[in-house]
C-alpha cells in the first residue's frame, strides 16, 4: 500500500493529451516539492519534473507538473508510442521522515 | 556527466547478508545525499535509506529499520547498505539515487543491482 496514491493505469491516442494524478497528504505532498519519474521497460527511472513544476534541460516541454494542496498532476501532451512507461510521483513525508513514491501509473499510448 | 554503479548484489539464503556498493563519478560526491531505492520485480518503487553529505544523518524505511544500514565513504566516493537478516521480500533490484539534499528530488540513477533472496 503506498502511501501516494495513482491511478495503476492511464491511455490515450498519439498525439493526445493525458494527466496523470498523484494524491497525498498535509504532511507529504502538501508540505514538500513533489517529483515524477519515467521508467522505461527494464530500465532505471529517470527524472522528469521536479519541485512541482520544474523540468530538467534534457525533458521536453511535452512533460509539465503542477501541485495543489495534497494532490500532484503530470501532464503529457503530443503523446508518442515512446511515452510508453511507468511513471510515479515522489516526496518527502516530513512527519514519517521517509521518502515515499505512488504506486505508478503505467501509460499505454493506443 | 554523472554515473552512479551498483555492485554486489546477487542470490544470498533467508536470514543472510549481503553489502551493496554504490560508486559514484562526474560530480562532487562530498556535497550530496544519497539514497536507495528498491523496486520487486513487477512491482512500484520503494524508498529504502538516505543519507546525508557527511554521513551523519540517516533515515531508514520502517520495512528495513533495524536490518539494513546505510553508510558512506567520500574519500572512496561510494555509498553502501549493508543488509542483514534478508528473508524473500527483500528480493529487488537495488538503485543508488542521488539527492541534493535529504528529502530532494532523485536527479540521477544507477542502473540497479539485483538481490535475490531464497533458499
Known amino acids: 500500500q503506498s502511501v501516494l496514491t495513482q491511478p495503476p493505469s492511464v491511455s490515450a491516442a498519439p498525439g493526445q493529451k493525458v494527466t496523470i494524478s498523484c494524491s497525498g497528504g498535509s504532511s507529504n505532498i502538501g508540505n514538500n516539492y513533489v517529483s515524477w519519474y519515467q521508467q522505461l521497460p527494464g530500465t532505471a527511472p529517470k527524472l522528469l519534473i521536479y519541485?512541482?513544476?520544474k523540468r530538467p534541460s534534457d525533458i521536453p516541454d511535452r512533460f509539465s507538473g503542477s501541485k495543489s494542496g495534497t494532490s500532484a498532476t503530470l501532464d503529457i501532451t503530443g503523446l508518442q508510442t515512446g511515452d510508453e512507461a511507468d511513471y510515479y510521483c515522489g516526496t518527502w513525508d516530513s512527519s514519517l521522515r521517509i521518502g515515499v513514491f505512488g504506486g505508478g501509473s503505467r501509460l499505454t499510448v493506443l | 556527466q554523472v554515473h552512479l554503479v551498483e555492485s554486489g548484489g546477487g542470490v544470498v539464503q533467508p536470514g543472510g547478508s549481503l553489502r551493496l556498493s554504490c560508486t559514484a563519478s562526474?560530480?562532487?560526491?562530498?556535497?550530496?545525499?544519497m539514497n536507495w531505492v528498491r523496486q520487486a520485480p513487477g512491482k512500484g518503487l520503494e524508498w529504502v535509506a538516505v543519507i546525508s553529505y557527511d554521513g551523519v544523518i540517516k533515515y531508514y524505511a520502517d520495512s528495513v529499520k533495524g536490518r539494513f544500514t546505510i553508510s558512506r565513504d567520500n574519500s572512496m566516493n561510494t555509498v553502501y547498505v549493508q543488509m542483514n537478516s534478508l528473508t524473500a521480500e527483500d528480493t529487488a533490484f537495488y538503485f543508488c539515487a542521488r539527492g541534493h539534499i535529504i528529502g530532494a528530488y532523485f536527479d540521477f540513477w544507477g542502473q540497479g543491482s539485483l538481490v535475490t533472496v531464497s533458499s
Open positions: 562526474g560530480f562532487m560526491f562530498s556535497s550530496y545525499a
Open positions: 519541485d512541482n513544476r
